[in-house]
């Protein structure tokens, strides 16, 4: 967050702006602007206690602030899709949209849709270091649905099971396909 606090106090004792800027930190732009709505504002240092930087951000810029009427979506709904095949964010966007246009309601962009997918998704990750020596553990299993390969000298389609193995502390990976 932007020190709005700093910036006012800074120009109250006479330093530049690009002082100002080099001392927060943030840009010189940043630094016009916030001085020059504080201005318009009648905002002037010293400030009051309960004045804090939060408090200043709805003074200055109250548009930034306006909570739209953009729904959000259902996160446990979208965890619970994301593990099963075939499934991707961009199709339960899809899903989402017109969920949202049935009801009325304004949907998030692609982009803000995959941020809070991703924000979400941080909160309920459970991560923890495993300590690991160099070669001593190998990570092996069949991946997935078997793979469909081409023979290329008949042209005929064979069915492959793929196995990967994968060492634990340098990542390097084995992979191999099996015919069925």
Not at 45 to 57: F, K, R
Not at 59 to 86: A, F, Q, T, V
Not at 102 to 109: H, R, T
Request: with cysteine.
């Amino acid at each position: 967050m932007t020190k709005y606090r700093e910036i006012l106090r800074l120009s109250s004792l006479g330093f530049s702006n690009r002082n100002i800027a080099l001392s927060v930190p943030c840009s010189r732009n940043t630094v016009s602007k916030v001085l020059k709505r504080a201005k318009e504002l009648n905002l002037s240092w010293p400030l009051s206690d309960d004045q804090t930087d939060a408090v200043l951000e709805q003074l200055l810029y109250p548009k930034l602030h306006n909570r739209s009427n953009r729904r959000m979506p259902d996160y446990d709904y979208i965890r619970k899709e994301l593990l099963r095949n075939g499934v991707s964010k961009k199709l339960l966007w899809t899903e989402y949209i017109e969920d949202c246009r049935a009801n009325g309601d304004e949907p998030l962009m692609y982009s803000q849709f995959c941020y809070h997918i991703q924000q979400d998704e941080q909160k309920h990750r459970a991560t923890m270091h495993i300590k690991r020596k160099l070669a001593e553990q190998i990570e092996v299993d069949w991946a997935g649905d078997p793979a469909m390969i081409i023979d290329p000298d008949t042209g005929e389609i064979i069915k492959a099971h793929i196995f990967v193995g994968v060492m634990t502390y340098s990542q390097y990976t084995y992979v191999e396909a099996f015919w069925i």
